[in-house]
């Protein structure tokens, strides 16, 4: 195993570790917390369990398609459709990841209204416009690699 990629799969794996953690200890503190700020509806706390939980899950599966293609990269096949796929799985995951708080602003909006505290708006927001930049950044990646596996497989042919 290469040293680089041996730094970035622990960094992946060390990226996993505090949302693991919040799923286990925060994630039912914060739902709950919803249901008691925002009075007469009690099905919010579900709603928000599963968004944040479908968010987590979005957010491990970009995590282990990094670590794939990080794998790729340790075995010389940077340049193949694989790493195109992984790079296509993490777009997906991080449009996924703006799309569960899209759904989920409604109720962070009411969260705001009723606890007066306008700040979890604007957290709301950077996840969003994070997730996007990702999926953006993953997306140009993505064309640039096939672009590379193309004139690679030109210059095979070439004599």
């Keep these: 195993m290469k040293r680089e ?21 925060a994630v039912p503190a914060i739902a709950r917390g919803f249901s008691e700020v925002i009075p007469g509806m009690g099905y919010v706390q579900y709603l928000v369990f599963i968004g944040l939980y479908a968010t987590a899950l979005a957010y491990f599966l970009a995590l282990y398609q990094a670590y794939r293609l990080l794998s790729y990269i340790d075995r010389s096949e940077a340049f193949s459709d694989l790493s195109v796929k992984a790079l296509k799985n993490i777009k997906y995951c991080a449009i996924a990841i703006s799309g569960f708080y899209v759904l989920l602003m409604p109720i962070i909006y009411l969260f705001a209204e009723y606890d007066d505290a306008p700040g979890v708006i604007v957290i709301g927001m950077i996840i969003i416009f994070g997730a996007m930049v990702i999926a953006v950044f993953a997306a140009v990646l993505q064309k640039l690699l096939n672009t590379a596996i193309e004139i690679k497989s030109e210059n095979e042919l070439t004599v």
């Design 5 to 25: 990629t041996l730094f970035l799969k622990i960094a992946v794996f060390l990226m996993g570790i505090p949302v693991l953690a919040l799923c286990i200890f």
